[in-house]
């Protein structure tokens, strides 16, 4: 947080690793509980993921396809230790009352692990902070590679490119004397018609049917892909 006063922008990969977090595996395998990984779950952090176009375009066309993105890396978005922060309390009160997921849930925040009387057989916790906050295509996207070309796919690809886009908007700032950024995500939730919403595709998995993208902020693209113009009018718009 002291970062982000000071004007730094932390920007994470969600992670790729399923519900069971690859190595964390412990809760989904003895409780049936999803597990989410560190630090992507953290509240002080912007979390982005990756989606796939449909049929794997290799050539993204506007905006529809943007809407109509398929996400493929996995995640569980909730974290079951850290508090679903308050940039995010009118978001997910929407979430839970037009797109609940069905699943049974549990409520807590703490340090540690939830105990096996706190998550009774529930599979994700509904009062942990929710994530990813942001999303973009992130299958075939061009690198060099030792100077050759070559296309990547995985939810890493879109931090770096967010971080690009972030950077653009602090250079433009720093151009006209107004300080960098920082902590974006309270401005991000606060005007999420800076991005391009996401509502088809899901997260299956680990033997569930996972979580659905829908309408608004959604558990597997969060806010959607980002409206480049519109978030550099929105972050020039503030002192």
Same mark, same amino acid.
């Given at each position: 947080?002291?970062?982000?006063?000071?004007?730094?922008?932390?920007?994470?990969?969600?992670?790729?690793?399923?519900? =069971?977090?690859?190595? !964390?595996?412990?809760?989904?395998? $003895?409780?049936?509980?999803?597990?989410?990984?560190?630090? &992507?779950? !953290?509240?002080?952090?912007?979390?982005?993921?990756?989606?796939?176009?449909?049929?794997?375009?290799?050539?993204?066309?506007?905006?529809?396809?943007?809407?109509?993105?398929?996400?493929?890396?996995?995640?569980?978005?909730? &974290?079951?230790?850290?508090?679903?922060?308050?940039?995010?309390?009118? +978001?997910?009160?929407?979430?839970?009352?037009?797109?609940?997921?069905?699943?049974?849930?549990?409520?807590?925040?703490? +340090?540690?692990?939830?105990?096996?009387?706190?998550?009774?057989?529930?599979? @994700?916790?509904?009062?942990?902070?929710? @994530?990813? /906050?942001?999303?973009?295509?992130? /299958?075939?996207?061009?690198?060099? !590679?030792?100077?050759?070309?070559?296309?990547? &796919?995985?939810?890493?690809?879109? *931090?770096?490119?967010?971080?690009?886009?972030?950077?653009?908007?602090?250079?433009?700032?720093?151009?006209?004397?107004?300080? +960098?950024?920082?902590?974006?995500?309270? *401005?991000?939730? *606060?005007?999420?018609? =800076?991005?391009?919403?996401?509502? $088809?595709?899901?997260?299956?998995?680990?033997? +569930?049917?996972?979580?659905?993208?829908?309408?608004?902020?959604?558990?597997?693209?969060?806010?959607?892909?980002?409206?480049?113009?519109?978030?550099?009018? !929105?972050?020039?718009?503030?002192?």
């Amino acid at each position: 947080m002291k970062l982000g006063m000071q004007g730094v922008s932390i920007i994470l990969a969600s992670g790729d690793s399923g519900a =069971v977090a690859r190595r !964390l595996r412990w809760l989904s395998r $003895h409780r049936k509980c999803l597990q989410p990984g560190f630090p &992507s779950h !953290l509240s002080i952090r912007n979390s982005s993921r990756s989606s796939l176009p449909p049929h794997r375009r290799k050539r993204i066309q506007g905006p529809r396809n943007c809407r109509d993105a398929i996400p493929i890396w996995r995640l569980l978005p909730f &974290s079951n230790i850290y508090a679903q922060p308050t940039y995010q309390n009118a +978001t997910l009160a929407t979430y839970f009352a037009e797109h609940d997921p069905g699943y049974k849930s549990y409520a807590t925040s703490g +340090t540690n692990n939830p105990s096996a009387a706190t998550t009774n057989g529930c599979v @994700y916790n509904r009062a942990g902070r929710g @994530y990813p /906050d942001v999303s973009a295509v992130g /299958d075939n996207v061009v690198v060099y !590679l030792n100077g050759v070309p070559t296309l990547i &796919s995985g939810v890493g690809v879109f *931090a770096p490119v967010f971080g690009a886009v972030s950077n653009r908007i602090n250079e433009e700032r720093l151009a006209v004397g107004k300080r +960098t950024v920082g902590f974006v995500n309270p *401005a991000l939730y *606060a005007k999420p018609g =800076v991005f391009n919403d996401i509502i $088809h595709g899901s997260n299956l998995g680990c033997k +569930t049917n996972g979580f659905s993208a829908v309408k608004g902020w959604g558990l597997v693209t969060g806010l959607g892909t980002p409206n480049n113009p519109a978030l550099l009018e !929105l972050f020039m718009s503030l002192p």
